[in-house]
């Protein structure tokens, strides 16, 4: 009979090892969780979606650009009670660990410069840019997911036009329904009044 695994224990890599010397783990029976994802040493920017491990494919500039872009336009007002981080951990759940290309966070839920995680309840906004190769996570997975955990605001940034510049869909949380609701497609700027105001330019991404 096969060895049985538990959550958290890796077996001996050399089976699995492949051409290039890099190896992958076996999952659990299970699935990961929440306490694996934060033992296991991953690669940058993993995530883990329904007890999986998500690895990331060298991104495209338009998401870096769009990233810093938004970052620093949601740093111009932030209230005082918030705080604006990059490509942080959110757990959802035992099972789901997405990482948001943008959050906005509640002030005193970040602890401490060792700090790698959030919590979804102390999350106010999250931002997915979309990528080649994760269109159906971005677009579909990770909204479902983050509004099922009660994340009041969401964003998805696609690529659009001639000059490749940032389309902005915002969302809202129906509460009732834990379903987002649109709010608005932003091609040129970017001005709301919620989760607080901001007023961001999507063409200065061409002088980034």
């Known amino acids: 009979m096969g060895e049985t695994m ?3 224990e890796l077996p001996d890599p050399s089976p699995y090892r492949q051409p290039n010397g890099s190896s992958w783990p076996l999952p659990p029976p299970d699935g990961y969780t929440e306490d694996d994802f934060f033992t296991l040493d991953l690669p940058p920017h993993t995530e883990l979606i329904d007890g999986s491990l998500v690895f990331v494919s060298p991104q495209r500039a338009f998401h870096t650009l769009s990233m810093y872009l938004l ?3 949601l740093r111009q007002h932030v209230p005082n009670g918030l705080r604006v981080r990059r490509e942080m ?3 959802l759940g ?3 660990v997405p990482e948001p290309d943008v959050v906005v966070v509640k002030a005193e839920a970040v602890k ?3 700090q ?3 919590q979804a309840a102390d999350v106010l906004l999250a931002v997915e840019v979309v990528s080649p190769d994760s269109e159906d ?3 579909d997975t990770k909204p479902h997911k983050y509004a099922a955990a009660g994340i009041k605001h969401f964003w998805l940034v696609e690529m659009t036009g001639e000059n490749d510049r940032p389309m902005v869909i915002t969302y809202e949380l129906d509460p009732v329904n834990r379903t987002y609701v649109s709010t608005g497609v932003h091609h040129d700027r970017l001005k709301l009044s919620a989760p607080y105001d901001i007023d961001i330019d ?3 991404i061409d002088e980034l």
């Open 137 to 139: 996570r971005d677009r």
């Open 94 to 96: 035992r099972r789901n």
């Open 202 to 204: 999507l063409t200065a």
């Open 89 to 91: 951990a959110v757990v």
């Open 6 to 8: 538990a959550a958290g």
């Open 112 to 114: 401490s410069r060792r």
């Open 116 to 118: 790698n995680r959030y």
């Open 71 to 73: 970052e620093q336009g």
